[in-house]
């Protein structure tokens, strides 16, 4: 063997039970109680909690976007996701108008091969057709195992929302193929309508970024999307969930039959909108933006029911700075904030405080992301999948900080946050890649996660 975890606590997405792990070539070859084959590297995990690596299936890596690039790149987004136990991540690669999605792809899994510190997938957003092409081109891509495509239903004036007809059109053309269609769902029209007031009456603070996309802004697109999806007997994955009454309606569908699944964020689950009215509420900016109390209640009963099939970050962080440019005007505010490292320490410890299972997170980090996404190596702790592992010693008091995360950031909207319990190593294919705080993992090990359409 190469390696066997010995003494700890498994937790699956039904289970939590004593075994031992081993790792044979970057697989799980065997689980059990006093696995005493001979090992080159045997770690006692006595007292701690051995789970599956997370999957971030929401991220944006260098992403160029609101006037600048996102912080991080491929490789401190990837390092920092290796340190936070997140051992696959889902990056968004964005069309440009006009342009091919295979090339699009081609360009990300080059910087990916030299940068990746982990496991990488896309998920392909379209902003245009262009005429047709991109519906062929979309075969291919799903051949070369990107099975899911992404929409957007806002950002109009940045060139990449899609109408509903094109959207339509890509869910119909995602149903032949066995893949799915992600959706971004806000009114860009009424968000637009709501700034342009806002700025002619000089309501420019943070709270009119909130206040010109509130919770029934959210939800008119989030039924939208619902009703075509539903209509045209597709499959949709609603990212970013935010808000209470998009949710429900989108759990009603789901519960009627229809194919629909839903992501929600750390953030949402953490923050309100109040963060809007605080001195610093411009690094909170995001769309959808945090919304009132009730929504995030109804966010977290719908992961405690089943509601709720996915958590994930939508990583986009900016520089100080460049949140600065908004200070007078919320509309030059780049949208996003940082999470990737911070996603699995953040349910973890919710877990370990007893708000949900530490099964729930198991299902809904690591066991529903590969399930949906067709990872069929990834996801859960069963012999013949990857050895993407964790250990987390739920006694570990940790604040998060700017300080001890490994993105390259210059501040976290997670500041000063205290978790109870963090974890303490992560495995990726039986490799140690994080241990006690430190990256020991390298840019380069991450491979490409050919997904397999679910058909
Ligand atoms: O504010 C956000 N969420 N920025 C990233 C792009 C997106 O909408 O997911
Ligand atoms: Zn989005
Ligand atoms: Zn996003």
């Not at 009456?201 to 802004?217: A, N, Q």
């Amino acid at each position: 063997m190469d390696l066997i975890i010995k003494n700890g606590k498994i937790v699956t997405e039904t289970e939590m039970f004593e075994a031992d792990i081993a790792v044979k070539n970057g697989k799980i070859v065997a689980i059990g109680k006093n696995i005493d084959h001979q090992a080159e590297t045997v770690i006692d995990a006595m007292g701690k909690l051995v789970l599956p690596g997370a999957i971030d299936v929401h991220t944006h890596l260098a992403m160029p976007f609101g006037g600048t690039v996102s912080a991080d790149s491929y490789l401190s987004g990837t390092r920092a996701a290796a340190c936070g136990g997140v051992t696959t991540v889902f990056d968004y690669p964005i069309q440009r108008k006009g342009n091919s999605i295979l090339s699009l792809i081609d360009e990300k899994k080059a910087i990916c091969e030299t940068e990746a510190c982990v496991d990488y997938a896309f998920h392909c957003c379209i902003t245009d057709l262009n005429d047709g092409a991109i519906l062929a081109e979309m075969e291919k891509a799903v051949e070369e195992g990107i099975t899911s495509f992404k929409c957007f239903l806002v950002y109009k004036k940045e060139g990449m929302m899609v109408d509903d007809a094109t959207f339509v059109k890509l869910l119909i053309r995602a149903k032949e193929l066995g893949a799915m269609i992600n959706v971004h769902a806000e009114n860009p029209d009424i968000i637009d309508m709501n700034i342009e007031t806002f700025l002619k009456e000089g309501k420019t603070s943070p709270w009119y970024h909130y206040l010109s996309r509130p919770e029934f802004v959210e939800a008119e697109a989030d039924k939208r999307a619902v009703h075509w999806a539903k209509n045209f007997d597709a499959a949709l994955y609603i990212v970013h969930m935010a808000d209470k009454e998009g949710l429900e309606a989108a759990i009603d569908a789901k519960r009627n039959g229809n194919q629909i699944y839903i992501e929600t964020c750390p953030q949402y689950l953490e923050f309100t909108s109040a963060v809007y009215q605080r001195e610093d509420g411009r690094n909170f900016v995001c769309s959808p933006p945090m919304k009132g109390q009730e929504s995030q209640d109804a966010l977290w009963n719908a992961i405690r029911t089943g509601g709720i099939d996915t958590i994930a970050t939508d990583h986009c962080p900016f520089q100080s700075y460049e949140k600065d440019w908004g200070k007078d005007d919320f509309t030059k505010i780049p949208n996003g904030c940082a999470g990737i490292e911070n996603l699995y320490p953040y349910m973890l410890s919710a877990a370990n405080e007893g708000k949900v299972s530490f099964n729930k997170v198991v299902e809904c980090c690591c066991a529903n992301p590969a399930k949906i996404f067709g990872c069929a190596d990834k996801g859960s702790l069963t012999v013949g999948k990857d050895a993407d592992i964790v250990i987390y010693d739920p006694d570990k008091k940790f604040t998060i900080s700017v300080d001890n995360m490994h993105s390259d950031y210059d501040h976290t909207i997670w500041e000063g946050k205290e978790l109870k319990g963090y974890p303490v190593m992560t495995i990726s294919r039986g490799k140690l890649i994080f241990k006690d705080g430190e990256f020991l993992g390298k840019p380069g090990w991450g491979k490409f996660v050919k997904r397999v359409t679910n058909n």
